[in-house]
């Protein structure tokens, strides 16, 4: 392939790198934290689903007047925010201050009327509307400017890559075009509303909430959208027995166990996705997976949706990864770019089968971190034992407490760089024993594996599971050829010449080094600033290799 190398190699100091990674960790999107707000989880979560509650989602006229627009809907109340974007055609997506507001909207709102087809008549927040102004008057209307919803394509990103002064802000650049916009964000919470609308009829106290990489922090634009519909709300919402003689309780219907009856409400509830949810096609009821869900797409905000119930651990899990990757800005940095290696190589794929997931690569990112001396993040069992009384979960006798207050975990003391890092992660995997060892981000130290699956990596809460069952040997073997060959020497790469040679490194890889340092930029680096040197010179002494993961991500 084409090299794509660091275009200009000159040193800006370390404010350029320091200057990404406050940008990087501002609040945000993807519910990323700065270090000074830092919210909780829950806390985030709420609010997200509260303002999602105040939201629509308006299918207009491409050419819309977004002035005229906004008057019009203000009559029903002020407008907080609004965006819009495309997918099957111009949408809005407006947030009221009031729950009023929408209340109005649904009482001015009108039934269409179609001459050839009919209409179930099923009320939602997902409106039409129609411009009542002529054609002409239309025409010259420009079009509204729309946010973006999908990732850039690669060869684009590459060429941005190649712009960064350095490895840290190529990694930096990847996750600031890679991850979840704050309009993504809301229109994810939102698509959850709206179904939680649906599930409502049946069950009004229960609440479908998103999980999995919409709210781990680890979400890129274009990933699905997994909802979990929560009943346990159910039971939290009787306030407890009237003193008296006598105690009274619902007649309910039983059936032979949890997973029965999580498979009849799922399946009920796809009924009525299908029939009733507007916007959502190509519904796929797979209940007897081992998580029961309910698959669908939600035409007008582009998403594919997993609906699963019954699954408050996979929460505390993405409640886990969140924290994670709110820890330290090289969490998410690492994380992203490795997915992203793995993805072009065609190591994961959308399609499900032996490969490995995303969700097994950010564990494995994890696992390498919490390797690091000193780690660079904290193993579970740590995190465990910071958690205080509010803390503690027990889901169906699986131990999930950890802290969730990330403000009581001490910042790392590890220094290490973006480019050492992500050489160092090919260089640990492309060597780790796998046929004897397993991953576990509990413990944060490899394990005998209990069974001879290719690749185990503990679930974290469910110790008996394997989070990577369904890969298969040949699918390890090609991780493994891919992360050997992008850093053969990646170790001793990363070292100055004089350190290289000191621990016997192959004399290749001091040739790339010496090669960096009789660089015009190079020399700049070595001299302009050696007080930053102990970041800078490994990192300048192998650029040449370290751009080397984005040569390969070229598909
Ligand atoms: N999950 C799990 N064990 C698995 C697979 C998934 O516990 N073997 C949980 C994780 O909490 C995961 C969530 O289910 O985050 C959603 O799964 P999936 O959509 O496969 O992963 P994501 O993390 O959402 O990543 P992606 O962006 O690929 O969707
Ligand atoms: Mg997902």
């Known amino acids: 392939p084409q090299s794509v190398r660091i275009a200009c190699l000159k040193f800006r100091g370390l404010s350029a790198i320091v200057a990404r990674e406050e940008q990087v960790s501002k609040p945000d ?7 000074s707000s830092r919210r909780t989880f829950i806390k985030v979560q709420e609010e997200r689903q509260q303002q999602a509650k105040h939201t629509v989602l308006i299918s207009c006229p491409p050419k819309i007047n977004e002035k ?21 055609g111009t949408h809005a997506v407006v947030e009221f201050s009031k729950l009023d507001s929408v209340e109005s909207l649904f009482s001015r709102a009108s039934i269409p009327v179609i001459k050839e087809d009919c209409v179930v008549p099923f009320k939602s927040r997902l409106f039409t509307i129609k411009s009542t102004t002529s054609f002409e008057q239309a025409a010259n209307q420009k079009p509204v400017g729309c946010q973006k919803q999908s990732t850039i394509p690669i060869n684009e990103l590459i060429a941005k890559l190649s712009s960064a002064e350095n490895i840290e802000e190529q990694l930096f650049c990847l996750v600031d075009e890679y991850q979840l916009t704050e309009e993504n964000t809301r229109l994810r919470f939102l698509v959850s509303s709206l179904i939680n609308d649906v599930v409502s009829a049946y069950f009004p106290e229960s609440t479908v909430k998103p999980f999995g990489s919409t709210v781990n922090s680890f979400g890129k634009l274009g990933c699905d959208l997994d909802l979990f519909l929560d009943l346990d709300d159910i039971r939290k919402s009787a306030i407890g027995k009237l003193p008296g003689p006598f105690s009274v309780e619902f007649q309910m219907k039983r059936v032979s166990s949890g997973r029965v009856a999580t498979q009849n409400i799922l399946s009920v509830i796809g009924e009525c996705i299908d029939n009733f949810g507007p916007g959502c096609v190509g519904v796929q009821k797979i209940l007897n997976a081992r998580c029961p869900l309910v698959r669908f797409s939600h035409q007008p905000a582009g998403f594919q949706c997993d609906l699963t119930a019954n699954n408050r651990i996979a929460m505390r899990s993405s409640e886990l990864l969140y924290i994670y990757g709110n820890l330290d800005s090289r969490v998410r940095a690492l994380v992203f770019s490795v997915r992203c290696w793995a ?47 509010e803390d503690v979960h027990i889901i169906d ?11 009581k975990i001490k910042a790392s003391k590890n220094t290490e760089t973006l480019g050492v890092l992500l050489s160092e992660f090919f260089e640990f995997y492309g060597n780790f024993a796998f046929n004897k060892n397993m991953i576990n981000i509990r413990t944060g130290k490899e394990q005998n594996k209990p069974e001879p699956s290719p690749l185990y990596i503990q679930n974290p809460f469910e110790s008996i599971l394997n989070v990577s069952k369904n890969v298969n040997q040949t699918q390890l073997e090609r991780f493994v050829a891919l992360a050997r060959d992008i850093f053969p020497t990646s170790t001793s790469a990363l070292r100055s010449p004089q350190e290289a040679a000191a621990a016997g490194a192959a004399p290749d890889a001091r040739e790339g080094s010496e090669r960096g340092v009789s660089d015009p930029c190079w020399a700049q680096v070595l001299d302009g600033d050696s007080e930053a040197s102990p970041y800078l010179r490994p990192r300048a002494a192998t650029a040449e290799k ?4 984005f040569d390969a991500l070229r598909p």
Request: charged residues 15%; hydrophobic residues 40%.
């Open 29 to 35: 999107e993807t519910g990323s934290e700065s270090c």
């Open 68 to 88: 005229k627009f906004l008057k019009y809907l203000s009559q029903h109340g002020t407008i907080n925010t609004h965006f819009f974007y495309e997918s099957f």
């Open 343 to 389: 993805r072009v190589h065609g190591i994961t794929s959308s399609i499900p089968g032996a490969w490995i997931s995303n969700f097994s690569l950010t564990m494995m990112v994890l696992f390498f971190l919490q390797k690091r001396t000193p780690p660079i993040i904290p193993s579970l069992n740590h995190l465990k034992d910071l958690a205080d009384a």
């Open 397 to 407: 006798d699986n131990d999930c407490t950890f802290v969730s207050d990330i403000n």
């Open 546 to 549: 370290i751009a080397k993961p």
